[in-house]
């Protein structure tokens, strides 16, 4: 019986056994399972700033993506479009991507610092200038700029007209059918004579206007579009409503009046400044001519000068308007008017559009009395004076410079007919050369 009991105790005991086995194993499975929940947790909580790292830069990507343009390409790719640009059309030449070349004539008071204001404008070192010009000097500049990938070299041809209106026809000859789309004329005025200014502007503004004149009529003989093209753009920055647009006569080439001088000129009584400079704003006004004051030993003036040269040129942005007498005066082009400008002194009119140049020009010399015009006095009777060796050299240089003249007018037509078998203003002919910038084609317009 006992051991009975002592089996079944026994067996008792071998069951508490095995269920306290069982229990333990069952625990242990449960502190196993809770140890690889606990792992896994801190498994996931270990990943977890990881995934939110790659959440936030995947999240930053996309708030950059999204400022960023979609059509920003870098240097690579830039490079990779422009060669696959070549391959498909290796014979276009884009007119943006070649070096632009652009002539600059200069005319004006004898003795005004022509000279001076080029220098001042394109040389660091303005004081060099010592050598004075010699009837008509020409000389170039290089401007290099960067377009896109590329890096252009443009060219700028300079003439300069020495002695002020005596050779006034010499501008014609570096005007002509190959540059009137890209020039640009500086008629620079001697403020510190204010007595001249007038006569000076109004002479050397018609032989421009002449000489442009001649070259429209023979290129509308052509059939060129050129003539109609350049004087849309020549209209277009006066706008469609223009108050004086009825009483304006801008010239085709853009033009600049420059009052050199101005040290001199700030010194002058008030007044005296006053009506010069609406003198002058109406002079360049009803001529389309833009208008600033300068002083070589100033060198902002220098900039601002640079800033409207290249404006027409390049079409980059114009300087500020500038109408205070007491300062020196800046205007452009285009952006003036006969209201804003007003009546001269002592005038019993009420209305500025009703006077007319002769009624300025009136008042004006009434002010400042004009001097005896020396240049009417270089007509002599040479006759009475007979110098055999000088006589037989002064026909031959006139027929030397008439001979010149014939040349260069062939050379151009002989120019303008390459590549064109039916007239030489064709636009397609013009267009494959690719070596005529045009002011107008770079405005957007038609040239031909």
């Known amino acids: 019986m006992i051991s009975h009991h002592h089996s079944n105790d026994t067996n008792h005991s071998v069951n508490h056994s095995n269920i306290s086995l069982n229990e333990i194993k069952s625990e242990s499975n449960l502190s196993s399972s809770k140890s690889n929940s606990e792992e896994s947790l801190t498994k996931d909580k270990?990943?977890?700033?990881?995934?939110?790292?790659?959440?936030?830069s995947h999240d930053s990507q996309k708030n950059i993506n999204s400022v960023v343009n979609p059509n920003t390409k870098n240097l690579w790719q830039l490079c990779k479009l422009e060669k696959e640009k070549e391959k498909k059309e290796p014979n276009k030449v884009e007119l943006n991507d070649i070096g632009i070349e652009s002539s600059i004539f200069l005319a004006g008071s004898s003795g005004g610092g022509k000279s001076t204001l080029i220098s001042s404008i394109f040389d660091k070192n303005s004081s060099n200038v010592t050598s004075n010009t010699h009837l008509l000097d020409y000389t170039y500049r290089h401007n290099n700029r960067t377009k896109g990938l590329n890096s252009l070299k443009d060219t700028l041809h300079i003439w300069e007209l020495a002695n002020g209106?005596?050779?006034?026809?010499?501008?014609?000859?570096?005007?002509?059918?190959?540059?009137?789309?890209?020039?640009?004329?500086?008629?620079?005025?001697?403020?510190?004579?204010?007595?001249?200014?007038?006569?000076?502007?109004?002479?050397?503004?018609?032989?421009?206007?002449?000489?442009?004149?001649?070259?429209?009529?023979?290129?509308?003989?052509?059939?060129?579009?050129?003539?109609?093209?350049?004087?849309?753009?020549?209209?277009?920055?006066?706008?469609?409503?223009?108050?004086?647009?009825?009483l304006l006569h801008p010239t085709i080439i853009p033009t600049i009046i420059v009052g050199t001088k101005y040290d001199k000129f700030k010194n002058n009584e008030s007044e005296s400044k006053k009506f010069i400079c609406k003198m002058l704003r109406y002079l360049a006004h009803t001529n389309g001519s833009s208008l600033i004051f300068f002083n070589q030993n100033d060198e902002s003036l220098a900039q601002k000068c640079k800033q409207i040269l290249f404006h027409y040129i390049y079409r980059s942005a114009a300087p500020n308007n500038l109408v205070d007498h007491n300062k020196p005066i800046l205007v452009m082009a285009g952006t003036d008017s006969l209201e804003s400008i007003g009546l001269p002194p002592n005038c019993n009119a009420t209305n500025p559009q009703r006077l007319s140049l002769n009624d300025w020009t009136t008042i004006y010399e009434s002010f400042?009395?004009?001097?005896?015009?020396?240049?009417?006095?270089?007509?002599?009777?040479?006759?009475?004076?007979p110098e055999p060796i000088i006589d037989n050299l002064k026909i031959e240089k006139d027929e030397e410079y008439i001979k010149y003249c014939q040349k260069n007018e062939k050379e151009a037509n002989e120019k303008l007919k390459l590549g064109s078998s039916s007239s030489i203003g064709s636009p397609s002919e013009e267009r494959k050369s690719g070596n005529i910038y045009s002011r107008s084609r770079a405005a957007g317009l038609a040239t031909y």
């Open 46 to 56: 270990q990943k977890q700033p990881s995934q939110l790292q790659k959440k936030k």
């Open 165 to 246: 209106v005596m050779f006034k026809e010499f501008l014609k000859i570096p005007i002509n059918e190959h540059n009137i789309n890209n020039a640009v004329a500086i008629i620079a005025l001697d403020l510190s004579k204010p007595e001249n200014i007038i006569d000076e502007y109004n002479e050397i503004i018609e032989v421009i206007n002449s000489r442009v004149d001649y070259i429209l009529k023979s290129l509308e003989k052509r059939g060129s579009r050129r003539p109609k093209a350049l004087t849309v753009y020549t209209w277009k920055k006066y706008g469609n409503n223009h108050p004086d647009k009825e």
């Open 368 to 385: 400042f009395k004009k001097e005896d015009n020396k240049n009417k006095n270089y007509s002599i009777d040479l006759s009475k004076f």
